[in-house]
């Protein structure tokens, strides 16, 4: 007897849900079907269903370490949010922000005549590889799974670049290559984690999946998750954990900040500090923090949370 998986339902339910919402294109996953997967969210979203992560949180996200992010979505059980052995247009500006998604494919004739007749009669212009970049507002990284092909898959160039740091002030993260290194690298504030440069153009790919979840690499990806692009690599942490992990490793920041200061100054050892702290080292970490009250961003609630919490 056959036996079907995980992957069978999902595509199964997906399929239903798109056949029963005609308005809906074949490649976008309708509002309904984003919300169930996401229903762990339970703050604000764009009117497509995917997860509003506020600014507030995307700015806070830009000084953690993806070390310690990574360390505390491990503890939580998301073993499966890193990817990395990227290369990059700028090696040391970070992306941060939420995810639009898109999956390509190989392409096939017949599909992809489909799908660009139906995106045409609905209003789209263009090739479907300009369709998630039409999609982009402030704050977004676009995301793409271009099945890592580098000759003809290049999703992006110069100009395409523009356009997306023009529509989201961010950044890429391809699965893919892009073109035009050069061009690219002359767009103040933009970064590309890709897999390679190449001067070809795209060719034999289609668009398959538009804010969709997908997998780059070994990680999966869901519309809405904060992107969390560093030199180390590409960290997707899931919307409804983005306060839980923002403020831990803010509180790392601060823990690591306050034991060099002590070490330093010869109040403790390495030893005390690389271990668990005592009452009496916890007493003084409250203190120091009350005398940096300007760098602690998260609330007395927030700070309480974690204090009580043993494995820190």
């Not at 039409?134 to 670049?161: C, N, P, R, W």
């Not at 790392?252 to 690389?274: A, C, H, P, V």
Request: charge should be negative.
């Amino acid at each position: 007897m056959y036996k079907w998986s995980s992957k069978v339902g999902v595509a199964l339910l997906i399929c239903a849900s798109w056949l029963s919402n005609s308005e809906v294109q074949a490649q976008a996953l309708p509002k309904e079907e984003l919300t169930f997967l996401t229903k762990a969210w339970t703050g604000e979203r764009f009117e497509d269903g995917r997860p509003k992560i506020s600014d507030d949180w995307i700015e806070r996200a830009k000084v953690i370490g993806i070390d310690d992010a990574w360390t505390i979505l491990k503890n939580a059980g998301y073993n499966n949010q890193f990817v990395s052995g990227w290369k990059h247009v700028h090696e040391d500006v970070p992306v941060v922000g939420r995810a639009l998604t898109a999956t390509f494919m190989p392409s096939r004739p017949d599909v992809d005549k489909n799908i660009l007749d139906r995106g045409h009669t609905d209003g789209k212009t263009g090739n479907t590889n300009t369709w998630p970049i039409e999609m982009l507002s402030k704050g977004d990284v676009y995301v793409a799974d271009g099945f890592g092909k580098i000759a003809g898959g290049t999703l992006i160039g110069q100009t395409l670049g523009n356009a997306i740091f023009n529509k989201s002030g961010n950044g890429v993260v391809f699965d893919a290559s892009v073109r035009d290194l050069e061009g690219l690298s002359e767009i103040a504030g933009f970064n590309a984690f890709v897999r390679d440069f190449h001067p070809s153009f795209l060719e034999e790919s289609t668009l398959m999946g538009l804010n969709t979840p997908t997998r780059i690499g070994q990680a999966i990806v869901l519309p809405g998750d904060l992107v969390l692009a560093q030199r180390e690599g590409v960290l997707f942490i899931p919307a409804h954990l983005v306060e839980h992990v923002v403020t831990r490793a803010e509180f790392i920041l601060l823990r690591d900040k306050f034991g060099f200061e002590m070490i330093k100054s010869g109040t403790y050892n390495t030893g005390q500090i690389d271990n668990q702290w005592t009452p009496e080292i916890k007493t003084a970490f409250l203190k120091w923090l009350d005398s940096h009250s300007g760098e602690v961003k998260m609330s007395k609630d927030q700070l309480d949370k974690i204090m009580e919490d043993r494995t820190w």
